[in-house]
């Protein structure tokens, strides 16, 4: 990457300084001037001015063992997936590397950890995921063991359109200094667009352990080009161009609702996936909508503007239309606007006293919306640009067993369309799907690992499955994975949507499956056939001895849908029916499911 005093903190004169000195320098001479800089930001007394430092002595430097612990707490995979690859980039330097979920690691070994790397994503309105909840109540409990010996580092994924952003991740950080940890290197927050983010962090905590562990080995292959080693050629940096085979709508004529079914060829890409995985899809805004924020800016569509900070360079509109979210707000993002317009009413709405009405504002409105309210036209392109983040990919629960559709993938997505403040509103990517891609076209894709969700191991064990609308997607995978392998075990689906005649979504394969005993029942609830409301949940408490008994017999459950209320009132339901059928107090109830979880007998696939 060349600097450039845009994408760095450095003024003319410095950037052409290091432009002409950083590609001179080999990778251990790279390498020994991190750790160089590293050690004079932890020094109090005063810089040599000797240009040519000597090196710290060994006897200086603290060891540290090459016993690192990752340990992650991941709702999509997403940090999964990331510790795999610190693990592996650790373990090619001679680390010997314990990797491990947080449901899994046995907490009585916390005090003998010296060196812990933490992974963990916010979700909801800041909440752990679910295999990150014991460790972390073991963590804020009065059980915890004081940590002097450990050195530690976290790195927190979220969201920053949402209020808590990578809450989890600042608690774990805040709560194992307060133990005793020393920090490997300060916690890095990353946004929705976290590769290069979660890169730079692999390659600091690499380069930190590297050169105070015990025989450290070179980390010359620590590398910064490139923002994710993958070990498939195809990845999220890398998505594949997938041709769509079939755009179906599964609603009948008449429904208020519309639900793609896109069957999509990953032939020649060698993606593998199974049943409960997810399918990454990288979108694109509506263009019409783009060529409103142009104009509403007074901006040039053909000017160049750049799209990462290697200072790649695209048209304005072809930036907007594929490489920036212009859809969302969020509190850093009016920060920014504010810095850049010196905007008072800004300032005022981002200020201490106004959460309330901030929450709201960000919650109604886009960025065409702020740019027309607090007349931001006069505001460069470039200068824009710069403050907005990455487009990012939208996850979709596979809906399709590879052993069933080899090559293929199949997703189910509803299409998003409103009206707000006089405007139609529309989701970025359910939108493109329904209305600009037809069969032959192509998708950026990738495939999104979540072990979080996945089939029992004993091909006999029952599984209950619930979800409702989309939710419903990963058990179509579920089933066509049973028909082809032949699996005995007892299947339960709970299903629910608005109309029966209009919104049964894959009515004929659960009917065929039912008939051929792949799926053992099937409840459904259709909340606007009746006159009161009738959702999975009611049909669960109706059946709830049954379901109390399918749970004794070993079964698992999995949720997947809408986790602010859905998978709230699932949750409350599987309460009631443990207090109820099997007579548990609140606690041991609350206590069986927590159990569920680290069996992972109780899973949850909820956005």
């Not at 027309?372 to 006069?378: A, E, F, M, P, V």
Request: aromatic residues 8%; glycine residues 8%.
């Amino acid at each position: 990457m060349e600097l450039q005093v845009i994408n760095s903190p450095f003024n003319q004169e410095q950037v052409e300084l290091l432009n002409r000195l950083l590609p001179t320098l080999t990778d251990g001479q790279q390498l020994w001037l991190s750790g160089y800089l590293t050690a004079l930001q932890g020094t109090t007394g005063a810089v040599a001015s000797d240009l040519t430092p000597v090196a710290p002595s060994a006897s200086n430097i603290p060891v540290i063992s090459k016993e690192v612990t990752i340990l992650f707490g991941s709702q999509t995979g997403n940090c999964n997936g990331l510790a795999q690859k610190v693990s592996k980039k650790l373990k090619d330097r001679d680390f010997q590397v314990t990797l491990s979920s947080m449901g899994d690691f046995k907490t009585n070994g916390l005090k003998k950890v010296q060196n812990l790397l933490i992974l963990v994503s916010t979700h909801g309105e800041g909440d752990a995921p679910d295999n990150a909840i014991p460790f972390y109540e073991f963590l804020h409990s009065k059980r915890a063991p004081q940590l002097e010996g450990l050195s530690f580092s976290v790195l927190a994924l979220g969201d920053t359109s949402y209020e808590f952003f990578c809450q989890t991740g600042k608690d774990f950080d805040k709560r194992l200094e307060e133990l005793g940890g020393k920090r490997i290197i300060p916690r890095v927050d990353c946004d929705v667009d976290f590769d290069e983010s979660a890169a730079e962090w692999m390659n600091q905590v690499i380069s930190s352990l590297s050169k105070t562990s015990v025989n450290s080995s070179s980390v010359s292959g620590v590398s910064g080009t490139s923002p994710m080693e993958t070990e498939s050629e195809y990845s999220r940096t890398n998505p594949f161009q997938a041709e769509v085979l079939e755009n179906l709508n599964l609603n009948g004529r008449g429904s208020d609702r519309e639900t793609r079914h896109l069957e999509i060829s990953l032939e020649g890409s060698n993606l593998q996936y199974e049943p409960g995985d997810s399918l990454g899809i990288f979108p694109e805004n509506h263009p019409r909508y783009v060529d409103e924020l142009i104009e509403a800016m007074g901006w040039n569509a053909e000017e160049f503007v750049a799209i990462n900070k290697n200072g790649e360079e695209r048209k304005l509109r072809e930036a907007l239309h594929r490489h920036y979210e212009i859809t969302v707000l969020t509190k850093p993002l009016l920060t920014q606007v504010a810095n850049l317009t010196s905007s008072n009413e800004l300032a005022v709405l981002i200020g201490a006293g106004n959460e309330a009405e901030l929450r709201h504002y960000l919650g109604e409105r886009d960025l065409l919306d702020l740019v027309q309210d607090y007349s931001l036209k006069g505001i460069s392109a470039g200068d824009f640009v710069s403050i907005l983040r990455k487009l990012p990919a939208r996850l979709y629960s596979i809906a399709s067993s590879s052993k069933s559709f080899p090559d293929e993938v199949h997703v189910t997505v509803r299409t998003i369309r409103y009206e707000a403040q006089g405007r139609e509103r529309y989701g970025v990517c359910s939108t493109q799907l329904s209305e600009r891609i037809q069969s032959g076209d192509t998708l950026p894709v990738f495939i999104q690992h979540n072990p979080n969700f996945k089939l029992a191991e004993s091909p006999n064990t029952p599984i209950i499955m619930i979800g409702p609308g989309t939710g419903v997607a990963p058990f179509r995978a579920f089933l066509g994975e049973k028909e082809e392998t032949g699996s005995e075990g007892k299947t339960w689906l709970f299903y629910g949507d608005q109309h029966f005649s209009t919104d049964f979504l894959y009515q004929t394969e659960w009917q065929r499956w039912l008939k051929d005993g792949v799926l053992t029942r099937m409840d459904v609830a259709f909340s606007r056939d009746t006159d009161k409301k009738v959702y999975v949940q009611h049909r669960m408490l109706e059946k709830s001895q049954e379901l109390y008994q399918w749970l004794q017999d070993g079964a698992c459950i999995y949720v997947c849908g809408d986790e602010k209320k859905m998978a709230h009132d699932v949750n409350a339901a599987l309460l009631t029916i443990l207090e109820q059928e099997g007579g548990l107090s609140p606690e041991k109830a609350a206590e069986y499911l927590t159990d569920m979880q680290q069996q992972k007998r109780y899973q949850r696939d909820v956005y």
